[in-house]
């Protein structure tokens, strides 16, 4: 039974977790409001979790992509003056958290886990912190 719910628990975490980073990527870009984008970004969406389901490592890919295409348009900003390299630090956070936490051979498979969920949990919150910030320059 615990098995079971292992690989429940992992399939829905990194299904969810890549639907949820596209989704940050596009909130990111802005400007996706109209009826035809939000089309878009939902067939994209699915195609990246679709591609994740028959392609395990596909997803890995994706997600590993995402955080640097995350990464870099925080750091580009929109011009000069909007340039965030705090944010795109942030926003890398994740990359090491998964690369180096999670597997981590020197840490208990306990403590791994919760480091691991720790830095989600403060990568979010910097995420959120990106966002609301953003939206209030634009505002």
Do not use: E
Request: proline share 4%.
């Amino acid at each position: 039974m615990d098995d079971q719910l292992a690989a429940i628990h992992r399939f829905a975490s990194q299904t969810g977790g890549l639907a949820g980073l596209v989704l940050i990527l596009f909130q990111l870009r802005a400007g996706h409001g109209t009826l035809q984008a939000q089309r878009h970004i939902a067939l994209i969406v699915m195609t990246a979790v679709a591609l994740s389901l028959f392609l395990p490592a596909a997803g890995a890919i994706l997600f590993v992509t995402g955080l640097i295409a995350g990464a870099a348009l925080l750091w580009r900003g929109t011009g000069p003056d909007k340039r965030h390299l705090a944010a795109a630090l942030g926003f890398a956070l994740m990359l090491p958290n998964i690369l180096l936490v999670r597997a981590s051979p020197h840490l208990s498979p306990d403590v791994a886990w919760h480091a691991y969920h720790l830095l989600v949990a403060i990568w979010l919150w910097i995420i959120v912190r990106i966002l609301h910030t953003g939206r209030a320059r634009t505002a």
